[in-house]
């Protein structure tokens, strides 16, 4: 197995065009490309580390960027996320444990596949999408594109984008074998906008049923039509835990499944509204 550690994204790209696997924080990447090479001098990683605009947090214009390399302790730390996005960084909380969550990163936990990918609700809900570099020039993704149809052949994510929406409020729960630290069963976000005399405009979204994370239309138009009330909300979580194809083939089995994509509803809703 080789190693390459490219200072530009230009090199990056060449690299990885050459079959090069992107490594961000190796979390994910390194143990199963690890045991799939088998030792094989062929297949080489891709430290992005070395790459400084990757690292970065920042908003410009009323967007907030955020870098690929950035850790996800780095994002579950920053008060600007969490008193803005706060869904985002209580994903990133909710990934593994401190030690895991110092090394993986936001591009890696966007990028991946397998499972269910913690950030990938958070950004359902956050109006987000995914920048990207490619030998052509940069690409943009809509979230639901990053989710739905993963990150295209030749792409490199350089960061999330995030825009800024006074008045919305987002929330984001978990369940998971043996808490944060172990794989996600269910994974549900949800944001409002709670200006006053606005409509709510809700967004939720669910992983750990359907194949990818998605959003739930149906539950989101009930909401928008009866409020946020205790009653409604029970309403609409009934409603979501009903909505979405069931397509995960192991266990816990689907009953299980769509009692806490229930429960995270009401659980997201409330912690919105309380806010």
């Known amino acids: ?40 001098r062929d297949s080489f990683f891709i430290d992005l580390a070395g790459l400084p605009s990757l690292h970065d947090v920042a908003e410009r214009d009323g967007i907030l960027y955020v870098g690929a390399m950035v850790t996800l302790a780095e994002v579950a730390a920053s008060t600007l996320i969490a008193d803005s996005w706060t869904a985002l960084a209580q994903a990133a909380r909710a990934v593994g444990n401190p030690n895991v969550r ?42 639901e594109q990053a989710v739905d149809e993963s990150i295209p052949a030749g792409a490199l994510i350089t960061s999330i984008r995030l825009p800024r929406e006074p008045g919305r409020v987002s929330s984001f729960v978990k369940f998971a074998w043996r808490g944060a630290s172990g794989q996600t069963i269910v994974a549900v976000a949800g944001s409002l906008d709670l200006t006053p005399g606005a409509a709510l405009s809700p967004r939720l979204a669910a992983s750990g049923v359907t194949a990818r994370a998605a959003r739930l239309p149906a539950a989101e138009a009930l909401l928008a039509t009866r409020g946020s009330d205790p009653q409604a909300v029970e309403a609409v979580a009934t409603a979501a835990a009903r909505e979405l194809p069931f397509q995960v083939a192991h266990f816990p089995a689907e009953g299980y499944r769509r009692r806490l994509l229930a429960e995270g509803v009401r659980r997201v809703l409330t912690a919105v509204v309380r806010r």
């Open 1 to 40: 197995m080789q190693y390459a550690r490219p200072s530009t994204l230009a090199d990056a790209l060449a690299i990885l065009a050459a079959g090069g696997t992107p490594l961000a924080g190796g979390t994910l990447s390194v143990p199963e490309v690890a045991n799939a090479a088998a030792g094989s």
């Open 102 to 143: 110092r090394a993986a990163t936001v591009g890696g936990n966007v990028a991946w596949r397998t499972g269910v990918p913690d950030l990938h609700a958070a950004l359902l809900v956050l109006g987000g999408g995914v920048e990207c570099a490619t030998a052509a020039g940069p690409l943009e993704l809509t979230a």
